[in-house]
């Protein structure tokens, strides 16, 4: 069974920093497109970020460009989100998805296969 975990995930004032962090086990894990998703209360879900499979290529949505970073770790099947200059509208739980295989970097949440349970991620104003 494939169950991505996240953490990381806190409380943090506006302009502060958090690293997110997922582990991935039970597939191989670097041949797989991953990706970061996040969720606002009342709002769908969104895409935030995602990495090939190599790390060579990123992806991000406008409003974190400049301020996050994903990369990922193949040898420890683990991805990342560096998150810096938060701000309270970056306030949601954040996600861990997983394609089945190399994709492209789609931001469409039905291409990826394999989903974390979530990390609240809270920012004060």
């Known amino acids: 069974q494939v169950q991505p975990v996240e953490s990381g995930g806190g409380l943090v004032q506006a302009g502060g920093s958090l690293r997110l962090s997922c582990v991935a086990s039970?597939?191989?894990?670097?041949?797989?497109?991953v990706a970061w998703f996040r969720q606002a209360p009342g709002k769908a879900r969104e895409f935030v970020a995602a990495?090939?499979?190599?790390?060579?290529?990123?992806k991000y949505v406008d409003s974190v460009k400049g301020r996050f970073t994903i990369s990922r770790d193949n040898a420890k099947n683990t991805l990342f989100l560096q998150m810096n200059s938060l701000k309270p509208e970056d306030t949601a739980i954040y996600y861990c998805?997983?394609?089945?295989?190399?994709?492209?970097?789609?931001?469409?949440?039905?291409?990826?296969?394999?989903w974390g349970q979530g990390t609240q991620v809270t920012v004060s104003s």
């Open positions: 039970g597939l191989a894990f670097n041949s797989v497109t």
């Open positions: 990495i090939s499979w190599s790390g060579s290529s990123t």
């Open positions: 998805a997983v394609a089945p295989i190399s994709t492209l970097l789609t931001p469409t949440p039905s291409n990826y296969r394999y």
